[in-house]
């Protein structure tokens, strides 16, 4: 069975930095794509950022396009998210997803970690 924990998150002030990790187990870490989602208190869930199973491939949301960047090592089953220049309105919690179904739609996901900035 897939599980998928983050961690990282925390608070930070605007214009500062985080780094999200997220450890797979129960399946091989790379043969799945992977992606960071974000939920804020009343919006939809969105994408933040995938990548494809070796990490040479990743698309962004555009809002956070240049300042967050996406990554795996797949010797520690461990997808990153650097989170850089952080706004306000990067504040939600962060979910780690993995495995896409023959949609494209991912299967797994982890508990979530919470990331606030503050001005």
């Known amino acids: 069975q897939v599980q998928l924990v983050e961690s990282g998150g925390g608070s930070a002030q605007a214009g500062g930095s985080l780094k999200l990790s997220c450890v797979g187990s129960g399946y091989h870490f790379s043969t799945c794509a992977m992606g960071w989602y974000r939920q804020a208190p009343g919006k939809e869930r969105e994408m933040v950022a995938r990548?494809?199973?070796?990490?040479?491939?990743?698309a962004y949301l555009t809002s956070v396009e240049g300042r967050f960047t996406i990554s795996r090592d797949n010797d520690k089953a461990t997808l990153y998210l650097q989170m850089d220049s952080l706004k306000t309105e990067d504040t939600a919690v962060y979910f780690c997803?993995?495995?896409?179904?023959?949609?494209?739609?991912?299967?797994?996901w982890g508990r979530g970690t919470q990331v606030t900035v503050s001005s």
């Open positions: 997803a993995a495995c896409p179904d023959s949609t494209g739609a991912f299967t797994d």
């Open positions: 990548t494809t199973n070796l990490g040479r491939s990743s």
